[in-house]
């Protein structure tokens, strides 16, 4: 079955898409929209790094909300900041020190970095994430706040 589907989730969600975007679906649309679901994944597979499994479903849960949690706050905290006087912003560069060695993982920190508002991280080289906060009153606070908010969940939902 893995050979047929390489990539069960991307499937369902290329067949999903295609449905969704098609004008009026019909039988030949669903029977396209199939082919590009098998097809599509299958002739890509070999681009796709290998991910590690998922250990801790609770622990992804929880990582889920606290990021969920901490995008609405940041929204506000950034709308304060950029409305505020532009002299109390303090923007700088985070060099956060990785444990975690996986780049699959490693890349989902920085995606997750950079889905918070306020933050963009730049690159991760040599075991270090670079990131660009919009306000960065204590960089060794801030270092802090994304190793033990993101950083060790990540660890404990792929156990590496």
């Not at 950079?114 to 963009?120: A, E, F, Q, R, W």
Request: charged share 15%; proline share 9%.
């Amino acid at each position: 079955m893995r050979r047929l589907l390489p990539q069960p989730v991307l499937s369902g969600l290329i067949l999903g898409l295609w449905l969704v975007l098609v004008p009026a679906p019909s039988l030949g649309q669903v029977l396209i929209g199939l082919n590009l679901a098998l097809v599509l994944p299958w002739a890509t597979r070999g681009f796709w790094p290998d991910r590690p499994r998922l250990a801790d479903g609770g622990a992804a849960l929880r990582l889920v909300g606290v990021v969920l949690a901490d995008i609405i706050v940041a929204n506000f905290e950034v709308a304060r900041q950029v409305l505020g006087p532009p002299a109390r912003l303090q923007p700088g560069f985070l060099e956060v020190p990785l444990d975690i060695r996986d780049p699959f993982v490693a890349s989902m920190l920085g995606s997750i970095v950079s889905l918070t508002p306020g933050t963009v991280s730049i690159e991760i080289d040599r075991g270090v994430l670079l990131v660009h906060a919009l306000h960065v009153s204590d960089a060794a606070a801030a270092v802090a706040g994304i190793k033990s908010r993101y950083e060790t969940p990540l660890r404990k939902v792929f156990a590496c």
